[in-house]
């Protein structure tokens, strides 16, 4: 479970008092997520989410995402807003850990993806992207192309303990994505991180978008590639290309994707796969003892690494015409 700092009842409180959103009446662990610890809290005002952020966030970085999810409500985009404490802040310190509040958001993230879900997320991804137009504040993605030699660096000497040959085919991987990243694709604010437990939906229907700690300014279609793998892939590790077409399919009628960026797709979905797969090494090769927390998969990253090395052509994502989005 995701609760790495505990919090003491009589703290909570007293941190509560430094906001207007009632008195604290229940709250709980979450136990989903990875990346930091959660509570859900019942105030006399409403549900909320409590979150204390852990080792990948810097607290530097906490404005621009706790402001980002404040400017992407603001244009209509379903996301969690931050509350503010009486000082005007949206965040401060809880429990020795940079802490912030937002809004809960009703739904369900989908356990099953269907085309429907990927249809929404593909709309609502594209909306995100130009609602992010005007987001005045910049941070650059630390885990894009120049991110991952240090992330390989440290997993290189254990990595066939988990696999035979994978530093051999993240080595070659990595120098192929860095001589090749593409350099004008047109950029802005990307989420980064959209997988479908980011992603809360009431039956078929996007209720919003979660989780912003990764969001940054970054190649806009990148987004999309991320998430072709984490959202067109079935659990034996097949693409499904009628997810796929109903992303794009969707994506495209709010933001059309140009000609360049459908072709840089291919390339974009190897780095994102290999981005993934980096991470997940590194966190599976250093579990802490005694950790509650099991590490993703990193091999499930090493197959769709495989499957997009293997296309041709961004038709084999279900785009028919390049240069349109049907
Ligand atoms: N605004 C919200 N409304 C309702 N539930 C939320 C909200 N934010 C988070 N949650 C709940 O907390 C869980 C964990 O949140 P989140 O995905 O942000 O975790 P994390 O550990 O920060 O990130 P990651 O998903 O990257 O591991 C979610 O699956 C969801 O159940
Ligand atoms: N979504 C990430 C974990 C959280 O960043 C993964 O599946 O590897």
Redesign the pocket.
């Known amino acids: 479970m995701?609760v790495y700092t505990d919090v003491a009842a009589e703290d909570l409180a007293e941190f509560l008092k430094g906001y207007e959103i009632g008195e604290l009446l229940s709250y709980k662990g979450?136990a989903?997520?990875?990346?930091?610890?959660?509570f859900?809290l019942h105030t006399s005002k409403g549900?909320f989410?409590l979150?204390l952020y852990e080792k990948r966030v810097a607290v530097d970085d906490l404005p621009y995402f706790l402001s980002l999810m404040a400017h992407l409500a603001e244009r209509g985009v379903r996301c969690?807003q931050p509350a503010r404490n009486r000082k005007g802040e949206v965040y401060s310190e809880l429990a020795g850990r940079p802490a912030a509040i937002?809004?809960?958001?009703?739904?369900m993230?989908p356990r099953r993806p269907n085309a429907a879900h990927c249809a929404g997320v593909g709309e609502a991804l594209a909306k995100m992207h130009v609602a992010g137009r005007d987001f005045p504040m910049f941070r650059k993605n630390p885990l894009s192309v120049e991110g991952w030699r240090p992330l390989f660096d440290v997993a290189a000497p254990r990595a066939d303990s988990v696999a035979p040959g994978l530093q051999d085919f993240i080595a070659r991987e990595l120098d192929h994505l860095e001589a090749c990243w593409p350099k004008d694709l047109p950029l802005g604010v990307i989420h980064a991180?959209l997988?479908p437990?980011?992603v809360?939906f009431l039956g078929d229907k996007l209720s919003?978008l979660?989780?912003f700690?990764?969001s940054c300014n970054d190649i806009l279609v990148y987004d999309v590639a991320i998430c072709l793998n984490a959202w067109c892939f079935e659990p034996d590790h097949s693409f499904n290309v009628t997810k796929a077409r109903a992303l794009l399919n969707s994506y495209g009628r709010e933001r059309q994707l140009s000609e360049a960026e459908q072709e840089a797709l291919p390339l974009l979905a190897r780095g994102s796969a290999l981005r993934f797969l980096l991470t997940r090494l590194v966190d599976f090769l250093n579990v802490p003892p005694g950790a509650l927390v099991k590490p993703k998969d990193p091999l499930e990253y090493v197959r769709k690494l495989r499957f997009h090395q293997s296309v041709s052509s961004v038709r084999d994502y279900g785009l028919t015409q390049p240069g349109f989005a049907a």
């Open positions: 995701a979450i989903e997520g990875v990346e930091n610890s959660n859900l549900a989410i979150t969690p937002i809004n809960f958001l009703e739904g993230w991180d997988f437990d980011n809360f919003g979660i989780d700690p990764f």
